[in-house]
């Protein structure tokens, strides 16, 4: 079992910066990537960006290329989405994700969702 429980969302004005935190548990040595999804009222979940636990590579939705970033820290077991440059249409509940693979199933596991509104 995994884990992930998110933090830092909160009201931003358009322009502005949040960074969000997701803490993993749990079996974390079984994940094979770490993921941001968000979803806006009326609309399917979305990818935002993941990173892979193995080599860090990265994966970013078009929408958010050059100004969110996603990092993490091994030590701490937590991922982070760096948004900048916020507009209106960023807003959602954003949720992380830790995708594990046992034997050739991809199991997910979600956060709670942390709201992130971007609004004058």
């Known amino acids: 079992q995994v884990q992930p429980v998110e933090s830092g969302g909160g009201l931003v004005q358009p322009g502005g910066s949040l960074r969000l935190s997701c803490a993993v548990s749990g079996s974390i040595f079984s994940i094979s990537r770490l993921g941001w999804y968000r979803q806006a009222p009326g609309k399917e979940r979305e990818l935002v960006a993941s990173?892979?636990?193995?080599?860090?590579?990265?994966n970013f939705a078009d929408s958010v290329k050059g100004r969110f970033t996603i990092s993490r820290d091994n030590a701490k077991n937590t991922v982070y989405l760096q948004m900048n440059s916020l507009k209106p249409e960023d807003t959602a509940v954003y949720y992380c994700s830790a995708f594990v693979i046992v034997t050739g199933t991809t199991y997910t596991y979600w956060g709670q969702g942390a709201q992130v509104t971007v609004s004058s």
């Open positions: 990173i892979t636990t193995s080599s860090g590579r990265t």
